[in-house]
């Protein structure tokens, strides 16, 4: 496991209205209400229409939790219909926003351009973004998986000064795992998430790349979370389907799945 602090962040995606967010909260909270329980930075990310409740809920009741969005706007205001702005989201206390998540690159069609807006965007109102990158199936059948996933970091971090830089989290994403039950073995966790580091290196140099957390998220569970925190430069996970099921979750917190 590596020196830096795990990040385990929940996208709940498009689920869960208000209500249920404040009670799936709640249980999160309970079981993970040990004093001794810092072995993460625990995260989740709710739909936008949730974030007031667990603005208010996280505050209230002084959780050890921190929260985020799933997606902001390049733009800071204005006539941007249907938008939520890096300003909006920081004024909510919002830590997090994840950028460039495949699902909105594959359905928004969005591109290394946006996503590098996007995170400009972010990083000008003190959000963290957690940039998602990951190839799908064929590129990974053609053995372009590491080539895919830099090319995705390059162009989301046009600009990003080596002191912004440090502070981002990127997540490894690989789409074929997304969902699917088809976890990567921590080998292949391992394999992208190291060239991504050396990359960071590359692009910075060698403090930022030692500074940023990489995570890897693709069908995590808590039966093979251990496999995938053991891995060098592997800093915790995104995790999607099974944030949503407080138990689980907890679990994954824990890196175990023997802990309740
Ligand atoms: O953001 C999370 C990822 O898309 C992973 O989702 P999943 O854990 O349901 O495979």
């Keep these: ?25 709640q249980k999160m909270a309970f079981a993970l209400n040990d004093k001794d ?6 995260a989740v990310l709710p739909p936008f ?49 994840t950028v460039g998540h495949s699902e909105r690159r594959q359905y928004h069609r969005e591109d290394d351009d946006l ?17 998602c990158v990951g190839e799908g199936l064929e590129v990974r059948q053609a053995g372009g998986h590491i080539a895919h996933s830099l090319g995705q970091l390059d162009g989301a971090l046009r600009k990003v000064t080596a002191e912004q830089a440090k502070s981002i989290v990127v997540a ?26 050396q990359r960071l290196a590359e692009l910075y140099d060698p403090e930022v790349a030692s500074a940023v957390r990489i995570l890897y998220g693709g069908s995590v569970k808590s039966a093979n979370i251990a496999g995938i925190m053991a891995q060098p430069d592997v800093d915790g996970a995104l995790v999607g389907g099974a944030s949503i099921d407080a138990g689980e979750f907890v679990k994954i917190c824990r890196f175990s799945d023997m802990a309740g």
Aim: net charge negative; hydrophobic share 45%; aromatic share 6%.
């Design 1 to 25: 496991m590596s020196v830096r602090k795990p990040l385990i962040a929940g996208n709940w995606k498009m689920n869960l209205n208000h209500l249920e967010a404040i009670a799936l909260v």
């Design 37 to 42: 329980f810092d072995r993460a930075e625990v």
């Design 49 to 97: 229409t949730d974030l007031r409740s667990v603005q208010t809920l996280v505050d209230g009741d002084k959780l050890r939790i921190v929260y985020g969005a799933q997606d902001l706007s390049p733009h800071d205001a204005g006539a941007y219909t249907g938008e939520i702005s890096g300003v909006m989201l920081a004024k909510l206390g919002c830590t997090f926003v």
């Design 115 to 131: 996503v590098n807006a996007k995170v400009l965007a972010a990083l000008r109102h003190s959000l963290t973004p957690i940039l």
């Design 172 to 197: 490894y994403e690989p789409v074929w795992a997304i969902g699917t039950g088809e976890v990567a073995t921590p080998d292949d966790a391992q394999e992208v998430c190291g060239a991504l580091r």
